[in-house]
C-alpha cells in the first residue's frame, strides 16, 4: 500500500486546502493528514489561528480524502512519522518549496502547486478591519513593538510621537521633531506625527512606552480620544490605575498592561505546577534582573511574578536600596507562611535567574525569567528533576500584541492574561513599598 502523508493548520478550511488534499490522496492508496496543534503554531509564531484544534480536525475529516488524520505537535516530527507509518510520499503545498528536500532520503518529496488568491491568512484579514498601531516613546527606544507587530496579522505600525518634555512636564503639544526623525529612521517607521493627536488620529491602538510618571497622561488621552492603550507596566500611582479603569469602562475600549510574562505559555504552566502543589507549599520565591533602566519597573515586572505564585493578599513590601557607585535595589514581599524577594542592579556581577522554594521540592527558572521559555523542577530525591520547555521566539511580546487584537474584535475591555483589578492591586502594593 502506498502511503502519502501531508501536513497543514488548516485554519478558515478553504478551497485551496480541499484542492490539495484531493491531490494528495491521489498520489497514493491511503493519507495521513496531519493536523497542527495549537501550542505548535504558537510555538512556531503562527499567532491568530481562528478554529480549534478539532473544528480543524472536523473540517478535514469532512472532505472524505484523509485515511488517518494525526496532529502536529513539535519540530522534528515529520521525519519521526514518515519513518513510524512507513510512508512512500511527502506532498505538500509549493509554497513549502525546497523546505522538505531532507525528507528525500526515506520517501519521495511533492511539492503540489498552490492554488492562487486564497489564504488562511488572507481570509482572516479579509471582514477584520486592519489596525493601526502608534507608538508615544520619550527615548529613541521601540521596546520591540515595531520587529513584534510584524508576526501579528491585522496590525501594522502608523508611527511615532516623541513628545517634548520641559520641566519633567508632558504635554500633548508639538513634539520633538528631531527625536521622532531619528525613531522613523530607526525603526523604518513612515510617520513622524507632530503632535499626539495627529498620531491618535492616526491611530486605532496606541502603545506608551514612556517614563513611569508619564504613562497615564498619555494612556488617558489617547483613551480619552477613543483609542486602544497598551500601556508600560505599571502605571504611577493607584489612582492612574483606578482611572483608566474608569475610563476603559465609559469608553468601551481596550487597555492593556504591557507585561509580556503574563502571556507566555511557560510561565502559565509554572503558576499551574504550583498552584497544583507540583513543589508543595511554595516558602520563598527568589530572583535576580539586571536592569539599566527603571529599578521600579523592574521591580514591579518581579512583584507580577511573585504574587502570581503567592497571591497579593497580606502581602507586605519593603525596598531596600544600596547606592554606592552601582545600585542595587531589593524588594522584599512578606507573607505569613512565605517570603520573597527580588534584587536589580546595573552590575554585571549580578546572575539573572529565579528560584521558588518549596516545602516538597524546588523550581529553577535559569537566566531571564521575565521572558522564560524554560525551568527546571526537582522534588523528591536531587535525582528526580523535570525539565519544562516551550519555544518561543523573541520577547513575547507578539503574544500580548495578538491577544490586544483578539480583545478589540471581541469588545472585550482587558485581557485574559492580567486583569485590571489584578495590575491596580500591584501598583498598590508597590506604594506600599514606597510609603514606608
Ligand atoms: N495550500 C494550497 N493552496 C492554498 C493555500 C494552502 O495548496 N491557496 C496548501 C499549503 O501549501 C499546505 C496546505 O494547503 O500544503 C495547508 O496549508 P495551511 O498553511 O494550513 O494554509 P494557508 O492558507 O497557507 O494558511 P496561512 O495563510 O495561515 O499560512
Same mark, same amino acid.
Given at each position: 500500500?502506498?502511503?502519502?502523508?501531508?501536513? $497543514?493548520?488548516?485554519?478558515?478550511?478553504?478551497?485551496? &486546502?480541499?484542492?490539495?488534499?484531493?491531490?494528495?490522496?491521489?498520489?497514493?492508496?491511503?493519507?495521513?493528514?496531519?493536523?497542527?496543534?495549537?501550542?505548535?503554531?504558537?510555538?512556531?509564531?503562527?499567532?491568530?489561528?481562528?478554529?480549534?484544534?478539532?473544528?480543524?480536525?472536523?473540517?478535514?475529516? !469532512?472532505? /472524505? @480524502?484523509?485515511?488517518?488524520?494525526?496532529?502536529?505537535?513539535?519540530?522534528?516530527?515529520?521525519?519521526?512519522?514518515?519513518?513510524?507509518? $512507513?510512508?512512500? #510520499?511527502?506532498?505538500?503545498?509549493?509554497?513549502?518549496?525546497?523546505?522538505?528536500?531532507?525528507?528525500?532520503? &526515506?520517501? +519521495?518529496? #511533492?511539492?503540489? +502547486?498552490?492554488?492562487?488568491?486564497?489564504?488562511?491568512?488572507?481570509?482572516?484579514?479579509?471582514?477584520?478591519?486592519?489596525?493601526?498601531?502608534?507608538?508615544?516613546?520619550?527615548?529613541?527606544?521601540?521596546?520591540?513593538?515595531?520587529?513584534?507587530?510584524?508576526?501579528?496579522?491585522?496590525?501594522?505600525?502608523?508611527?511615532?510621537?516623541?513628545?517634548?518634555?520641559? $520641566?519633567?512636564?508632558?504635554?500633548?503639544?508639538?513634539?520633538?521633531?528631531?527625536?521622532?526623525?531619528? @525613531?522613523? !529612521?530607526?525603526?523604518?517607521?513612515?510617520?513622524?506625527?507632530?503632535?499626539?493627536?495627529?498620531?491618535?488620529? $492616526?491611530?486605532?491602538?496606541?502603545?506608551?512606552?514612556?517614563?513611569?510618571? &508619564?504613562?497615564?497622561?498619555?494612556?488617558?488621552?489617547?483613551?480619552?480620544?477613543?483609542?486602544? *492603550?497598551?500601556?508600560?507596566?505599571?502605571?504611577?500611582? =493607584?489612582?492612574?490605575?483606578?482611572?483608566?479603569?474608569?475610563?476603559?469602562?465609559?469608553?468601551?475600549?481596550?487597555?492593556?498592561?504591557?507585561?509580556?510574562?503574563?502571556?507566555?505559555?511557560?510561565?502559565?504552566?509554572?503558576?499551574?505546577?504550583?498552584?497544583? /502543589?507540583?513543589?508543595?507549599?511554595?516558602?520563598?520565591?527568589?530572583?535576580?534582573? =539586571?536592569?539599566?533602566?527603571?529599578?521600579?519597573?523592574?521591580?514591579?515586572?518581579?512583584?507580577?511574578?511573585?504574587?502570581?505564585?503567592?497571591?497579593? +493578599?497580606?502581602?507586605?513590601?519593603r525596598r531596600l536600596c544600596v547606592c554606592t557607585r552601582e545600585r542595587y535595589d531589593r524588594v522584599v514581599f512578606s507573607y505569613p507562611d512565605a517570603v520573597a524577594s527580588c534584587s536589580a542592579s546595573g552590575s554585571k556581577w549580578?546572575? =539573572?535567574?529565579?528560584?521558588?522554594?518549596?516545602?516538597?521540592?524546588?523550581?529553577? *527558572?535559569?537566566?531571564?525569567?521575565?521572558?522564560?521559555?524554560? @525551568?527546571?523542577m526537582r522534588t523528591g530525591s536531587e535525582d528526580d528533576l523535570r525539565r519544562y520547555s516551550f519555544n518561543i521566539e523573541g520577547p513575547g511580546l507578539r503574544y500580548l500584541l495578538s491577544e490586544v487584537t483578539q480583545m478589540i !474584535?471581541?469588545?472585550?475591555?482587558?485581557?485574559?492574561?492580567?486583569?485590571?483589578?489584578?495590575?491596580?492591586?500591584?501598583?498598590?502594593?508597590? +506604594?506600599? /513599598?514606597d510609603l514606608l
Amino acid at each position: 500500500m502506498k502511503k502519502v502523508i501531508t501536513y $497543514g493548520t488548516y485554519d478558515l478550511f478553504h478551497e485551496g &486546502h480541499l484542492r490539495l488534499l484531493e491531490r494528495a490522496r491521489g498520489l497514493g492508496d491511503y493519507l495521513i493528514v496531519g493536523v497542527t496543534s495549537d501550542n505548535f503554531d504558537r510555538e512556531r509564531g503562527k499567532l491568530n489561528v481562528k478554529d480549534s484544534l478539532a473544528a480543524r480536525i472536523e473540517a478535514v475529516r !469532512a472532505t /472524505g @480524502f484523509a485515511d488517518e488524520i494525526i496532529v502536529e505537535e513539535y519540530l522534528g516530527q515529520k521525519l519521526s512519522d514518515v519513518i513510524r507509518f $512507513g510512508v512512500s #510520499v511527502f506532498a505538500i503545498g509549493s509554497d513549502w518549496k525546497g523546505k522538505f528536500d531532507y525528507l528525500s532520503k &526515506h520517501c +519521495e518529496v #511533492v511539492y503540489l +502547486e498552490r492554488t492562487k488568491g486564497i489564504s488562511s491568512t488572507g481570509l482572516r484579514e479579509e471582514g477584520a478591519k486592519l489596525l493601526r498601531l502608534g507608538i508615544v516613546s520619550d527615548s529613541q527606544d521601540d521596546g520591540d513593538v515595531g520587529a513584534e507587530t510584524d508576526f501579528v496579522s491585522g496590525l501594522e505600525i502608523s508611527g511615532v510621537y516623541v513628545p517634548a518634555i520641559s $520641566g519633567g512636564l508632558a504635554g500633548l503639544g508639538k513634539g520633538d521633531m528631531a527625536a521622532a526623525g531619528a @525613531f522613523c !529612521a530607526k525603526y523604518d517607521l513612515a510617520a513622524a506625527f507632530g503632535t499626539a493627536d495627529e498620531l491618535f488620529a $492616526g491611530s486605532d491602538v496606541v502603545y506608551i512606552h514612556t517614563r513611569r510618571r &508619564h504613562r497615564f497622561f498619555f494612556a488617558a488621552a489617547a483613551l480619552r480620544h477613543g483609542c486602544h *492603550v497598551i500601556c508600560d507596566f505599571p502605571l504611577n500611582k =493607584p489612582e492612574e490605575a483606578a482611572g483608566i479603569c474608569g475610563l476603559v469602562k465609559e469608553k468601551g475600549l481596550v487597555f492593556a498592561d504591557c507585561v509580556p510574562l503574563a502571556y507566555l505559555r511557560t510561565f502559565q504552566q509554572l503558576i499551574w505546577l504550583l498552584q497544583g /502543589g507540583a513543589i508543595g507549599q511554595v516558602l520563598s520565591v527568589e530572583c535576580a534582573m =539586571p536592569t539599566h533602566g527603571s529599578f521600579r519597573d523592574a521591580e514591579a515586572l518581579a512583584a507580577f511574578a511573585v504574587t502570581r505564585i503567592l497571591g497579593t +493578599e497580606n502581602a507586605g513590601v519593603r525596598r531596600l536600596c544600596v547606592c554606592t557607585r552601582e545600585r542595587y535595589d531589593r524588594v522584599v514581599f512578606s507573607y505569613p507562611d512565605a517570603v520573597a524577594s527580588c534584587s536589580a542592579s546595573g552590575s554585571k556581577w549580578l546572575k =539573572p535567574g529565579m528560584t521558588v522554594l518549596g516545602s516538597d521540592g524546588r523550581v529553577n *527558572v535559569p537566566g531571564a525569567w521575565w521572558n522564560m521559555s524554560y @525551568f527546571k523542577m526537582r522534588t523528591g530525591s536531587e535525582d528526580d528533576l523535570r525539565r519544562y520547555s516551550f519555544n518561543i521566539e523573541g520577547p513575547g511580546l507578539r503574544y500580548l500584541l495578538s491577544e490586544v487584537t483578539q480583545m478589540i !474584535a471581541e469588545r472585550r475591555g482587558e485581557s485574559i492574561a492580567l486583569s485590571h483589578e489584578e495590575a491596580q492591586k500591584l501598583v498598590y502594593l508597590l +506604594e506600599q /513599598g514606597d510609603l514606608l
